[in-house]
């Protein structure tokens, strides 16, 4: 063995420490998880078939989601204790013609829709994705998370996270104001 081959594991060890170390630096702040950008951004919504939540057996399908108007789909669960702190300001949204579209994401329907009797339905329409199929397909990590929908069914933004009233100011509001402008051109 040659006096070099004998310094090959300290420079390996080496350039692993700074890589992890630049890793480390990049990160000093803590991620984020509402900045986790969706590969979906632009593009159609994926084709699903979901069951209403409330009527077993009716069935729907991407089409609903394509009314040429922006529409927000929102996902949630009982599970989500973040879902319930949310649940108040979709319903205010809802009551100032905000289109939302709810997606029951791996939950008991049952609970789903005792909740939504007891707390209020803010959804126009109550989308049931027990297994997850679709929540798998639209790139959610958990719940809640909400997606601006445009008016041809193309995905326009996401938020992990609750929606409250400083993320509509800030985020959401602008974008909506500018595809229901576009949907009415």
């Given at each position: 063995m040659t006096r070099k081959a004998l310094f090959l594991p300290l420079a390996l060890f080496l350039a692993?420490?700074?890589?992890l170390l630049w890793q480390l630096m990049r990160n000093a702040g803590?991620?984020?998880?509402?900045?986790?950008?969706s590969?979906?951004?632009?593009?159609p919504v994926p084709a699903f078939r979901l069951e209403s939540l409330n009527n077993p057996g009716e069935v729907y399908d991407r089409s609903v989601l394509v009314s040429g108007k922006p529409l927000l789909l929102n996902v949630w669960a009982t599970w989500c204790p973040t879902c319930r702190a949310e649940h108040q300001f979709l319903n205010q949204l809802s009551?100032?013609?905000?289109?939302?579209?709810?997606m029951n994401y791996k939950d008991d329907r049952q609970k789903a829709v005792d909740w939504l009797n007891r707390l209020g339905n803010p959804y126009?329409?109550?989308?049931?994705?027990?297994?997850?199929?679709?929540?798998?397909?639209?790139?959610v990590y958990g719940a809640p998370e909400t997606f601006l929908i445009d008016g041809q069914g193309v995905i326009r933004w996401r938020h992990a996270g609750a929606l409250d009233d400083r993320v509509w100011r800030e985020q959401l509001a602008p974008l909506w104001r500018q595809y229901s402008q576009e949907a009415s051109s």
């Open positions: 692993l420490a700074v890589a803590g991620d984020d998880p509402t900045s986790l950008e590969a979906l951004i632009g593009k009551a100032q013609g905000v289109r939302v579209v709810g126009s329409l109550s989308l049931f994705d027990g297994n997850g199929m679709l929540g798998l397909d639209l790139g």
